[in-house]
RNA sequence: GCACCGGUGGCGAAGUGGCUAACGCGCUGGUCUGCAAAACCAGUAUUCGCGGGUUCAAUUCCCGCCCGGUGCUCCA
């Protein structure tokens, strides 16, 4: 099947191959890891999790690279507020994004590059540059990108900039800069500063040249796919085509794929406006991380996605739709042979699944296809009419479901129970809701126990008795479900 | 201010120049149950921000307006 994608570059849907006949190599921007991950941030890691996943389920092989930005202002800031050298201050947020990603299913790329260990790599790419003057050192030391040799900037994000006088809107003397557009390869610096002695002189690397350097590291000079949030467009990725592309005069990625950002209860996602929501703040409130990526999936990439605990709530019924009709179709009574007409509907959702996909990553049409196979099974299934032929399928239709989704096997308590041994750990257990601490204040064991002082209780048809253990454990976000094969019970 | 994107039922959303406007959640009714919960089934938008226009026909194309978002500066 061939995929679609939409290219900002060419402002078209276009096809995607690996332009090697092998493996497609794609690069994706990844955290700069001077905090914790928020949901915006993690919408798009999942997108291109989304997008890796229905690569590999077409049987095409990923190089992924992913960078690791650990070197920046804001870490050398932060760090030396906290005291820290810039490399602890920084493992500490990098291990916590790939737990964020383990929690969220997102799979790791083959490739995580860190900046602070590419700066040859960079000092290279630069010197490289300079030997064309398209790099120039300034008076401090700093080193900078000459943008007049490079004619096509603004290739990208469509912007035209051969209009624009040097030094009408920028203060060109405080930067010494050639040209106020001129963006920084190199930073010199300030006194104590934290910098690395290179060819170049002392400094450290200005943003974008870690990702050019990274990516021509570990994909060659031109490669298929480049990644990111839409706010990366301009400067950051406009900057990395100048660069690459003026060093290595061929086309640096031939697609770009940007990922929309998120709108928090309709508004903008900021702490200001107190929306701003970490993962681990969402899994403390309770929420389970399979609804986060359903509900962080669901809304095409392209799509302006709008946040909201009902949308996070409606996707936690839905994962549990989803997760039921894979056990009841496993355990189900069948009648020998192939139902056809679920048949059909088994091999529609199966096409609908992958047209949906492969037009552009159509995320919500993808998920409705399966959710249409959940109605006819469970229909056929409470009918009795359920094939034993038709198992198999419909389970293979889930299976190429999950590949992309990942959301059926439940891992959610274990996230959770990490949570909350984070929180405790760093001493923010305040922020877990009650429920949840209530919840895990009580152990298998103790549940059980009551769970079957109610199940005795009623026995005797003392109801009052076991409709009070019930509502009594339903306060601290635990369900009693009484079925055919007995009680069950769960961590809500 | 300039540029770009979006505004579809109670909520999140898909989609298309003309078939009954997907899907999830919610809600209502039913099956089941000691009662519930869970699970399942069924029903649930004469209508696609507002005002014009093009067309035999527009939610879908064009123009204007209102609202939200993004970029132009650090940001996924």
Redesign the pocket.
Known sequence: MTIRLFNTLSGQVEELSPSDGKAFRMYA????VYDY?????F???LQVDVLRRFLRLNGLETRHVMNV?DV???IIRNAAAAGLPIGEYTKKYEKAFFEDLDALSVEHPEIVARATEHIPSMVKLIQRLASEDIAYRTDDGSWYFRIAKFPQYGKL???DFTGITDGA??DVDEYDKDSA?D?ALWKAPKPGEYHWETELGPGRPG?HIECSAMAMNYLGDAFDLHA?????????HENEIAQSESASHCTFSRHWF??????VE?????KSEGNFYTLRDLLLKGYKASAIRL?LI???Y???????F??L??????V??LR??RE?IRAAATVPGLNASLAAEAARAKEGFHA?LA??L?T??A??????L??????A??AGTLGAENVPEILAVLADFDAVFAVLDDHDPEWTRFALDWAEKEGRLDQASPEIRAQLALTDEQIQALVDE?TQA?RT?N??R??QI?NDLASKGI??????DGVRWKRK
Do not use: Y
């Not at 309709?266 to 900021?270: D, E, H, I, V």
């Not at 392209?302 to 909201?308: A, D, K």
């Not at 369900?479 to 055919?484: H, N, Y």
């Open positions: 921007c990844g955290p700069t991950g928020h949901i915006g941030n919408r798009t890691f930005t920046d202002d804001k994000s469509k912007k809107r920028v557009r963006f943003w990111g949030g839409e706010d990366l467009m301009f400067p950051h940007h990922i929309r950002f998120l709108l309709g508004r903008k996602m900021s509900l669901s809304v095409p392209r799509q302006q996605l709008n946040f909201t009902e949308g709530n409606a996707e936690t019924g839905a549990e739709r039921s009709f009841r949906a037009n552009d159509n919500a049409e998920r409705a296809a399966i959710f249409e959940v109605r006819a099974g469970n229909a299934a409470a109610r009623k048809r109801f009052a076991a409709d019930r369900l009693i479900e009484d079925s055919k």
